[in-house]
């Protein structure tokens, strides 16, 4: 996933973070079609969230992610 900063593209890796402190889940990844994504999951009051960002890093969509892709469902987070 490249953005800029002063004009200098720069790339953020594909993972997933756990914020114990919220107890938010955030995943960046780049989906099928190559273009980035931004996931927050947790007790959020309008449910999981997904962004999605076009080749010019602009938002392309936003929407509730569904089901089976929450990361939660299948791998718990570590709170120790």
């Known amino acids: 996933m490249k953005s800029k900063i002063a004009e200098?593209?720069?790339t953020i890796q594909e993972q997933t973070i756990y914020?114990?402190?919220s107890?938010?889940?955030i995943q960046f990844t780049t989906g099928?079609?190559?273009h980035a994504r931004l996931r927050l999951f947790g007790n959020l009051p309008n449910g999981n969230r997904e962004i999605g960002f076009g080749t010019?890093?602009?938002e392309a969509f936003s929407?509730?992610?569904m089901g089976s892709q929450n990361?939660?469902?299948s791998e718990p987070p570590n709170k120790s």
Do not use: I, S
């Open 19 to 21: 914020d114990r402190a």
């Open 23 to 25: 107890g938010l889940m």
């Open 32 to 34: 099928e079609d190559g």
């Open 8 to 10: 200098q593209p720069w």
């Open 63 to 65: 929407g509730t992610v």
């Open 56 to 58: 010019d890093g602009l």
């Open 71 to 73: 990361p939660f469902d």
